[in-house]
């Protein structure tokens, strides 16, 4: 691992930092060095990307000569959470320790510049001022942690992790985020049923055309038309939950009877508790992985179901869904007799 005073050493040696400062100095956007240095650090790590393998289509340059015009100001103070962006403030968490804050850093830098505003609404990433904020969340936390690792030269460790989703302790993600682990989960699942690498799915998080993108590849199978909205807000009523259960209405929420919830813009609601939230996760599980078999040729459904059964979050869709891909090859292999 890299430690903070190597790779610090490296952005100031490069010119990278000092670049990075006075680009910032001559829009007069005027950020301390501690934060100045993260910024260059994340848009170095942008950089050692490989374009098309693993990176997310940008050139670093041009979105470090975009910053200023997304980020006016960054702050500290003593929060619940680890950071937040708003107003093009970014303040982060005082009591962060540097790696925490660091990583959190990177996850709100995305969203300050996925941040677009358009018709007098906020739009972020897949979030159009409606729904696409559980998208928004993985996307971005996926996006912190390539780069932190990036930035660290570590690797991502995914592994199965416990009592992540709140209050559902029967789904258990194979993730490598710290936070927003289901989410996380859901965008692979996304990626694998669609056919598309995650790196390019996260890089249309930085599109303002993403999300109609995203839904022209969701609903040009057969059988998808005219469900990618359904999809998004079934994933919009399962992020308003959790937001509730973080909030500290875990005792509403886990009530047998389900209550009304308004999703974040107040202009729409649905009802809700704990366990609309497990059927919600169990169905976008289901469905995604049903598309995976319709919408994919035999080669790729058996060379990747293995994976594809690693992101499923209980031993009951990890057992159906092997289930069904023991059929098909069964019935492949009679077809080849």
Do not use: W
Not at 105 to 115: D, G, K, N, P
Request: hydrophobic letters at 35%.
């Amino acid at each position: 691992m890299i430690s903070r005073q190597e790779r610090e050493r490296q952005l100031i040696d490069s010119g990278m930092f000092n670049s990075i400062k006075t680009i910032f100095i001559n829009n007069n956007v005027y950020i301390s060095d501690k934060y100045l240095m993260l910024i260059t650090d994340y848009v170095d790590s942008l950089g050692q990307l490989d374009y098309e393998q693993q990176g997310l289509y940008l050139d670093p340059i041009k979105i470090a000569r975009a910053l200023p015009r997304m980020l006016k100001s960054v702050r500290e103070k003593e929060l619940d959470i680890y950071g937040i962006t708003d107003n093009y403030t970014i303040t982060m968490n005082s009591k962060n320790d540097y790696e925490t804050n660091k990583l959190f850093f990177f996850h709100e830098l995305t969203h300050a510049i996925q941040t677009r505003f358009i018709n007098n609404h906020e739009e972020c990433s897949f979030y159009n001022g409606d729904t696409g904020m559980f998208l928004t969340e993985g996307a971005t936390q996926f996006i912190a942690e390539i780069l932190y690792h990036v930035s660290n030269g570590t690797n991502l460790n995914y592994r199965e992790q416990s009592n992540s989703v709140r209050g559902l302790n029967n789904h258990i993600p194979y993730s490598a985020l710290s936070q927003y682990q289901l989410n996380g989960n859901i965008i692979l699942l996304l990626s694998y049923s669609l056919g598309i690498p995650l790196n390019q799915i996260l890089a249309l998080g930085y599109r303002s055309d993403g999300r109609e993108q995203l839904k022209k590849l969701f609903e040009v199978f057969p059988g998808n038309e005219g469900k990618f909205e359904e999809f998004m807000f079934d994933l919009e009523k399962i992020y308003s939950i959790d937001k509730l259960l973080v909030m500290g209405y875990r005792k509403q929420m886990m009530s047998n009877t389900p209550i009304i919830i308004e999703l974040m813009n107040g202009k729409r609601s649905f009802f809700g508790n704990i366990q609309v939230e497990n059927d919600l996760i169990n169905k976008v599980e289901r469905e995604l992985i049903a598309n995976f078999i319709a919408n994919n040729d035999e080669e790729y459904i058996i060379s990747n179901y293995q994976k594809v059964a690693m992101y499923l979050t209980t031993q009951e869709l990890k057992t159906n869904f092997n289930n069904a891909i023991q059929e098909i090859i069964k019935m492949r292999n009679q077809s080849v007799i």
